[in-house]
Each structure stands twice: as structure tokens, then as C-alpha cells.
């Protein structure tokens, strides 16, 4: 018997190994301090005695539990070769352990597959990533359904789920689910997850913010995924993450390899604002890749779309471009509607080059004036889709994915590229290539607008993973061709928001709804998983465009200011009293920009119809806090307690700015809006401080910084 371990600064993952199968899970959580001898540890794990059970007893938490083991739970490998081979037992499990690194390598000689597991857990952080490889031994070809990425424990008292469903325009939906008995799963089948957002959160009963030891898994993947949670026999929860696949999808060859993508799972003992911070900090240090190595500070943008939609007039676009510099806004994206025949969704998808009737001399003059007024150039693309109204269509309509002799399903008037075939590929790479090389573009909104349905290679098999690897490829030689590109994932808004697209990727489009309303939901699902400088978050017009709701601009901009802060509406249109007003929003983010996009604490707090995030800086020295206000109630909220300040410090508050509260104030109230006052953090902390009434549907900005 032997034990194996993983520890990052607060967690341990513990392993145990008996003869020489897969090893067992004994614990994920909290960091385990003592040496117990591994035959201690399989005595503690021995469930001797069992009654109407298996004679010998087996092993319900492996790391991946597989059928026909005794295990009658969630199987992580399911495959077979056409009704054969459909056990799987691996006897001959090596493990190799590296600091921060076990690698696991197993054989079932009865089935002929061997199977590779890598978990890594960098001891400064607490992420612990895991994924696998499967290959067939075996002289004849292995279908397989199912090879989990990840397999994680929770101890038995984790009956809560907190999951994110939603729709398009509702992303990252928060649900509570109660898990007493049974098995939840959710499976994703449409290639792109506004609806199954691929994480999920699980701790005991009623954990909230900063209470409760919850655990979080995520799958880095933006295609297809099932994730379940089932108790045990014995009460203790089992995660397993991991690709959905379709009929045949996957079959191997002999020889043939399967490789999962990554899935990780963190712990933390101080509630949900813990399992976020080290989520954010895993994926700053592990999954985001910069330009130059390091994030330079997140231009704020002026998105073209709900301000323009398909009319591209060139004066007009230019007087936008210079009424946003006026406004302090740094990156001009020039959002759909540029290319051939795009006047409507029907046509020219496909055809990446621009409209010769919107731009007779090509997006040079367009780019040019933008770029002289000192903003970024960003374009729009939707390189995965084609209109069948496309010169790319007309010419090769076989290009799609499809079944042959069934209909095609267009959505949104479009149909997807079959990118797994090179020439295709080829294709498209060329026309994004020809027009990063002819202009300083250095921004691309990467969009995918509709589902997979039925979507075939050119022999007709299941290509959706494969579509998607193809995709990752085409956005790596992208990168690589032109290294200062910066790329946004954006699949109608948030249908594409995983670790998977952000290994390629440098901001979120986190959703279509733009209404700051219903972004504070969308907003708070975001961040559990996702840090905010990725969060991109634009100031639209009132009344919104999805909803027809009428927002205060003041409203709309502080909601936008803590995340990437945008700005997607028409600037001309504003008049001088709203200029200067969100000019002041722009200068404010601009001003918290390093604290809000540095990696602090981020804490959130829900009281009486208002919520209250917070980020506080690495070293407490500095805060701020967005408290909006989302509907109005029967009760006082009670006075804010400030998470997460230095106890030891004071600090001068702040409100800002205070020239456009749609609050009334008292005399103090008025100080503390106009000149800030010192506070002590020991007093922010405990009593707090009683916020001004607020209407729904307005906003609030507080700043702290250490008082010397
Ligand atoms: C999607 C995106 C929007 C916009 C439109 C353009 O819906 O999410 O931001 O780019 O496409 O067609």
C-alpha cells in the first residue's frame, strides 16, 4: 500500500494505492499536517464486513471509477469495442510523483488500454488541475462514450450545489440545488454553453460569501461537456467532469490516443470569495497569455454594435471614434456589418472583406482615422460561420458541417465551416491573415452565433470536438503570425466563457444583455469563476435595447466600471451634460483600473435588495465597492460591514463621483460624498457605516484608501 499527496499552500490532495490498481481518493480539502503511514490510511479507508455487498470490498472513489469494478456509481471511462471490451480494470498502475506533479500511468491488459493521468497542484497556489489519455492497446478499433477529465471528492456533507444555467441574454444563471440523494448531471450538447455554463460549486448547506468550505470544478472546455455530482454509497459526493460525446465520436484505432482536456477543482475554507480568488489567480498565472508576456492596463473600448448595427457610415463611424477619444475611451472596435453584402444577418458571413459600397477605398481610410486619433483598432469576425447568401458558400457549398441526407439547419441564416478539413481552415486563416497584414488592427472580436446541430464532418461522423480543437489551432497560428494580437471570445455574448477559449484568448464578451440590471446577476455568475479584467462590460443606451428599461447613466457606467469597462452606444448622441458625466465614470474606472484589474480580494455582499462587491488591494491598503441598489424592499438595509479591510489601518472614504448621485443625502452624508472622511478599518469592519437610502436601479462607488 502506498500513499501519495499533492499539497498546495492550504489544500492537500491524498491518494492511496493498494496492490496495484488505480489509486483511491482519501481526501481533497484542507491541508493535511502529520505523516500518516499509508497501511494506517487503508485501515482507515477498510469498510470490512459489509453485508449483502460485494464479498471483497472495492473501491467507490478511484480516480477514475470505470465499469465492472464494483463501483456502481458514475463510471469516468466507458468505451468498448462493439459490445466487447466494455469492463475496463487497470492492474498494472504506475505513479510517478514530481513536486507539484503525480503522473499516473495504467494498464488493463484484459481490455488493451492504457490510460495516463496528470494531476498538477503548484504549491502556491490551490488549483488542482487533472486530465487524461487514453490509448487503445488493442488490435481492433475502441469506441469510446465517455473519458472524464477530472474526478474530484467532496466530503459528505456537501448537500448544496450552486450551479449557473440561464439562456442567451441570462448567462451564468446561480441556481441552489439540493443534493441529498442520487445524481445531478448536466450535459451540454450545442457546442457552446450559455445555458451550462461548465463549472459548478457544491458545500454544505448554506454556505454564503466568506462562510462554509466549498468546492468549485470547471472544465476548460468550450465545446460539449456532461458534469455530474452523485453521492456515494457512503454519503461522500463524486464530481466528474468531462467532454459529451456524440455517437461515435471518438473511435480509436489501434494505437489511437484520446486526450482530455483539462478540468480543475479548487477548496476553500472562507466561502465563496475564497474559491474565487484562487480560481482568478489560477487562471491569471496559468491559462491567460498576454502580448508582450504581462497585461498591459485594459483599454477601455467603444464597441460600434448597439450603436450601428449593420450601417456603417464612414463620417458617422469617425465622429464616434473622436467623440470617444473626447470621452477617454482607448480601443475602437468596428463591430459587425463591415464585410461584403453584410446589410443584414442573411448575407456574407464568409466573405472577409469589406463592403465595397460602405468602403470604397477599403477599411484603411476607417482604420487610419481612428488610429490617428491615438485608439486601438478592433475588428469583428465570426470565422467559424458562412451565410449560404456568401461568395465562400456559392463556391463550396460542401463546405459545411453536415449528414448527408439531412436538413440543413441554419440558424440566425448561418451554417459552421467544417474546419477539421485543412483546406478550409487554410482558407480562412489566409483572409484574417491578408487583413491583420494590410492594417494595424490589433484587436479581434472572435464571435459564434449559433448552436451545433447535426454537424458532420465531410464523412459524416460527429465533428464537434474535433471542430473545436480545429478552431483552438486556427487561434494559436493566429497569435503566432501576428504576436501583438489581443482576441476576445465572444459567442453571442457569453456562450463561449471557459478556460478552454482562454488559453487563446484576452477578454470575455460576458453578454449580449447590456440592460446594468440584469448584468448584476450576469456579473456576480461571471466572477465566481472568472476574473473582472476579463469581464467585458459597456455602458449602452437607455432605454436598453434587450430590455426597453430606462437606466440613469450613472447606473449604467458604475456597473460597467468594474469589470473591462466599455462603451456601446452612439457617443454623438450624448448630450454636453452626459459627455461630462461619463467622461467622469471613464476617468474613474481609468483611476481603479490597477486596483480593480490587480488580482485583489474580491468580496461581495447581498443585503436587503442591494448588492455590494468589493475589491480590496493584495496588501488592504485600498478598496472599492460598487453598492447598487437592484430593487427596493420592505426592510432598511442594515450598515454596511466593510469584508476584508486591515483592522490595524485607517482609511479616508470616499464616494465617488459625487456630482451625479441619485441619492439624498443628510449634512454628514454630504462630507462623505464631497471630501471623504477617516475612518478606522477595525470600525469599517464591525459596526460599518449606514448607506444612504437608495432608489432601485442606482449606484453608489466607495473608495478606501490607507490614511498616513
Ligand atoms: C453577437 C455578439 C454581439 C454582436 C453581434 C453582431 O450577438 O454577441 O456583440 O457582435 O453578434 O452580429
Redesign the pocket.
Given at each position: 500500500m502506498t500513499t501519495y499527496r499533492l499539497d498546495g499552500s492550504t489544500t492537500t490532495l491524498l491518494l492511496l494505492q493498494r496492490d496495484n490498481g488505480l489509486p483511491e481518493i482519501v481526501h481533497w480539502g484542507a491541508r493535511l499536517g502529520g505523516r500518516t503511514p499509508a497501511g494506517a490510511v487503508g485501515a482507515l479507508r477498510d469498510r470490512a464486513n459489509r453485508r449483502n455487498g460485494l464479498d471483497e470490498d472495492h473501491v467507490e472513489a478511484a480516480l477514475m471509477p470505470t465499469l465492472g469494478t464494483g463501483s456502481l456509481r458514475t463510471a469516468a471511462l466507458v468505451a468498448s469495442r462493439s459490445g466487447t471490451d466494455w469492463t475496463a480494470e487497470f492492474t498494472d498502475v504506475a505513479i510517478v510523483a514530481a513536486p507539484g506533479a503525480l503522473e499516473v500511468t495504467a494498464r488493463d491488459p484484459v481490455a488493451r488500454l492504457t490510460l495516463e493521468i496528470f494531476l498538477t497542484l503548484a504549491a502556491d497556489g490551490d488549483v488542482l488541475g487533472m486530465r487524461s489519455v487514453l490509448r487503445n492497446d488493442g488490435d481492433t478499433p475502441l469506441q469510446v462514450e465517455r473519458l472524464a477529465a477530472g474526478v474530484f471528492l467532496l466530503p459528505a456533507d456537501a448537500e448544496e450545489l450552486l450551479v449557473f444555467d440561464g439562456r442567451w441574454g441570462h448567462e451564468f444563471t446561480e441556481r441552489r440545488i439540493s443534493l441529498t440523494s442520487g445524481l445531478w448531471a448536466s450535459e451540454n450538447r450545442r457546442g457552446r454553453s450559455h445555458d451550462r455554463f461548465p463549472g459548478i460549486i457544491a458545500g454544505h448547506r448554506g454556505f454564503d460569501e466568506d462562510r462554509g468550505l466549498v468546492h468549485g470544478v470547471h472544465l476548460g472546455w468550450s465545446g460539449n461537456h456532461r458534469t455530474s455530482a452523485e453521492r456515494l454509497e457512503d454519503g461522500r459526493v463524486l464530481v466528474v467532469t468531462g467532454e459529451w460525446l456524440h455517437p461515435g465520436e471518438v473511435e480509436l484505432a489501434p494505437g489511437g490516443t484520446l486526450e482530455t482536456p483539462l478540468a480543475y477543482a479548487s477548496v476553500s475554507a472562507n466561502g465563496l470569495s475564497g474559491l474565487s480568488r484562487r480560481f482568478h489567480d489560477m487562471v491569471r498565472r496559468e491559462v491567460l497569455s498576454w502580448p508582450g508576456g504581462a497585461m498591459r492596463p485594459r483599454p477601455v473600448t467603444l464597441?460600434t454594435?448597439e450603436g450601428n448595427y449593420f450601417t456603417h457610415r464612414h463620417d458617422r463611424l469617425v465622429a464616434q471614434a473622436a467623440a470617444a477619444k473626447q470621452l477617454g475611451i482607448e480601443r475602437f472596435v468596428l463591430?459587425?456589418g463591415w464585410m461584403a453584402g453584410r446589410d443584414h444577418?442573411r448575407a456574407g458571413l464568409g466573405d472577409w472583406w469589406p463592403d465595397a459600397r460602405k468602403y470604397p477605398d477599403g477599411l484603411g481610410p476607417l482604420v487610419q482615422a481612428v488610429t490617428g486619433l491615438g485608439l486601438e483598432f478592433g475588428l469583428?469576425v465570426e470565422p467559424e460561420m458562412v451565410n449560404p447568401d456568401s461568395d465562400l458558400y456559392r463556391a463550396h457549398p460542401d463546405a459545411v458541417l453536415k449528414v448527408a441526407g439531412r436538413a440543413l439547419r441554419t440558424s440566425r441564416h448561418q451554417l459552421i465551416l467544417d474546419l477539421t478539413r485543412p483546406e478550409i481552415a487554410e482558407g480562412i486563416f489566409g483572409q484574417l491573415d491578408t487583413l491583420l497584414r494590410a492594417h494595424p488592427i490589433s484587436y479581434l472580436?472572435w464571435?459564434m452565433?449559433r448552436d451545433f446541430v447535426a454537424a458532420g464532418d465531410a464523412e459524416g461522423r460527429p465533428a464537434y470536438r474535433q471542430h473545436l480543437l480545429a478552431n483552438y489551432a486556427l487561434l494559436t497560428r493566429l497569435r503566432a503570425a501576428h504576436p501583438a494580437l489581443e482576441i476576445e471570445t465572444?459567442?453571442?455574448?457569453g456562450g463561449r466563457p471557459d478556460f478552454g477559449i482562454l488559453r487563446h484568448t484576452n477578454r470575455v464578451?460576458t453578454s449580449?444583455c447590456t440592460d446594468a440590471l440584469e448584468r448584476l446577476a450576469i456579473q456576480r455568475g461571471f466572477s465566481r469563476f472568472l476574473p473582472p479584467e476579463l469581464m467585458g462590460a459597456h455602458v449602452a443606451a437607455s432605454p436598453n435595447h434587450q430590455t426597453g428599461r430606462r437606466h440613469t447613466l450613472g447606473f449604467r457606467a458604475a456597473v460597467a466600471a468594474f469589470g473591462h469597462m466599455g462603451v456601446e452606444l452612439d457617443p454623438t448622441g450624448l448630450d454636453e451634460q452626459e459627455r461630462v458625466e461619463l467622461a467622469g465614470w471613464i476617468a474613474l474606472h481609468k483611476r481603479l483600473r490597477p486596483l480593480l484589474h490587480g488580482g485583489g480580494h474580491a468580496a461581495l455582499r447581498m443585503q436587503a435588495g442591494r448588492s455590494v462587491r468589493g475589491v480590496i488591494s493584495r496588501d488592504r491598503r485600498q478598496a472599492a465597492f460598487l453598492v447598487a441598489q437592484e430593487r427596493s424592499e420592505a426592510h432598511r438595509a442594515p450598515p454596511l460591514v466593510f469584508p476584508g479591510l486591515d483592522p490595524a489601518l485607517d482609511y479616508r472614504l470616499l464616494a465617488a463621483p459625487p456630482q451625479h448621485l441619485d441619492t439624498r443625502l443628510s449634512a454628514s452624508q454630504r462630507i462623505l460624498f464631497e471630501e471623504g472622511l477617516v475612518v478606522s478599518g477595525a470600525l469599517l469592519g464591525t459596526a460599518g457605516m449606514a448607506l444612504p437610502e437608495m432608489q432601485p436601479e442606482t449606484a453608489l462607488v466607495l473608495e478606501l484608501a490607507a490614511h498616513v
Open positions: 464597441n454594435w463591430d459587425d444577418e469583428w472580436k464571435d452565433n465572444c459567442s453571442s455574448g464578451w449580449d
